[in-house]
Structure formats: structure tokens, C-alpha cells
């Protein structure tokens, strides 16, 4: 698959940062990955994915339901959580548990663990690989016995665009 990569941190973070180029990748990567995995990408599972791309932010699913109407009139909560529980197996999406609500995913095209940092002030959330970090928490997990279904890190605090102002203050 020959998609571009995510922007960087420092590239999204800025006030410039043309954020339709993101939308438009991961609709892309949604359509090729769903061609492949033979399951149907239907408007409305399209048209949610869209709209959780429109920022780096994290959005609940009711938001999702009222920025949906415009576009699907009948739209109800379980058209919206369906919409969510398709995407969220297809890994298009994350959910963000502390929040209770939904990113995209910068890396739908192979299988990786949740590093998650949330900015407390602007809202964004920036998807990391923590490559260090998930392996010692496999190494606690394993030393204990536990069988892990699913591993997830969500960290909460300012963002390097937020701090910058805090710390000339």
C-alpha cells in the first residue's frame, strides 16, 4: 500500500497545518484496507471516519451524532455506535478510554500497541509507538501471568504547543 505517512507532531500542532491532507489519507487508507479485508465501507462508516479526522482531537460519540444529522437526518445513537464498532475492529480508529471518545488511527495498515498523550489544554492526542515503554509493561505482564487481551497507554498532560506558552509566561 503506497500512502503517505501521518504528518509529524510539530507538523499538526501548528496553526497552519492543512488538516484536509489527513482526512483525505485516512479515508484512503480506510477504502484500501477495507477493499482488501473484503468488508464494506459504507457512507455512514465513511462519512463518521471523516468527521473523527477533522481534528487531532478526541471526539464523544454523541458529538459525532449531532455533527452527523446535517448529512443523515435519520441518524440515531446505534447508527453512530454501529458506524464506531465497525471502524474500531477494522483498527481505522482508537478509542480513547479516559475520555470516552474516539481518535483516528495513524497507522491502520499494520498491528501496533496504544501510546496515547492527551493534551489537558487543547485537546489534542498524539499516537506514539512507545516501543520502550510497551515492552516493559510486556515484561511486567508476562512476569505475572497475565493474559493480556489488549494494551493500551493514555498519558495526560500539555502538549509541546501548549507548554511553549506556559513556560515564556
Sequence with gaps: MN????????????????HR?????????????CAQR???????RRKVLELIWESHRAVKAYDLLDRI????????????YRA??????????HRVESLNAFIG????ERRHE?????????GNVEER???????AVASEVEEAGFKLHRKAIEIHGLCPHCVQPEAEA
Design 105 to 108: 488511527c495513524n497507522c491502520s
Design 69 to 80: 444529522k446535517p448529512f443523515e437526518q435519520a441518524a440515531k445513537p446505534a447508527t453512530v
Design 21 to 33: 491532507g489527513c482526512v483525505d489519507r485516512a479515508l484512503r487508507v480506510a477504502e484500501q484496507l
Design 114 to 122: 496504544q501510546l496515547l498523550l492527551i493534551c489537558e489544554r487543547c
Design 84 to 93: 464506531l464498532e465497525f471502524l474500531l475492529e477494522q483498527k481505522l480508529i
Design 129 to 135: 509507538p512507545g516501543t520502550e515503554v510497551m515492552a
Design 3 to 18: 500512502v503517505r505517512l501521518p504528518p509529524s507532531r510539530e507538523e499538526y500542532l501548528t496553526p497552519t497545518h492543512d
Design 38 to 44: 473484503e468488508v464494506r465501507l459504507t457512507p455512514i
